[in-house]
Nanobody, 123 residues
Framework: VQLQASGGGLVQTGGSLRLSCAAP????????IGWFRQAPGKEREGVSC????????TYSNSVKGRFTISRDNAKNTVSLQMDSLKTEDTAVYYC?????????????????WGRGTQVTVSS
């Protein structure tokens, strides 16, 4: 499964960005999707994940209330809407996948990883 993350960019504090995770040629509906980020000099951090429905959305405390993960099975994508961005959200963001039937969560091992997309929040 080849994952593609897109939508990163440069935004000012308080702004918004919408990241998208796609898997061309592979149906995401059977996969749990996680969004992770890594800032320079820091360990990778789980940000949000989703199982087989929007009701399974999970967030880290650092983004809860500001980020929203959602599925669009018609478009075969999983999006991460990021609002009220802070400078500490600056990082490379990755999407990852694992079969949702095996469980989902920010601390589960993920089998497939895409290339990251850079998010930079300026003050």
């Amino acid at each position: 499964v080849q994952l593609q993350a897109s939508g990163g960019g440069l935004v000012q504090t308080g702004g918004s960005l919408r990241l998208s995770c796609a898997a061309p040629g592979f149906g995401l509906e059977t996969l749990a999707i996680g969004w992770f980020r890594q800032a320079p000099g820091k360990e990778r951090e789980g940000v949000s994940c989703i199982g087989n429905s929007d009701a399974t959305a999970t967030y880290s405390n650092s983004v809860k209330g500001r980020f929203t993960i959602s599925r669009d099975n018609a478009k075969n994508t999983v999006s991460l809407q990021m609002d009220s961005l802070k400078t500490e959200d600056t990082a490379v963001y990755y999407c990852a996948a694992r079969p949702w039937i095996s469980g989902y969560g920010l601390f589960k091992p993920y089998d497939y990883w895409g290339r990251g997309t850079q998010v930079t929040v300026s003050s």
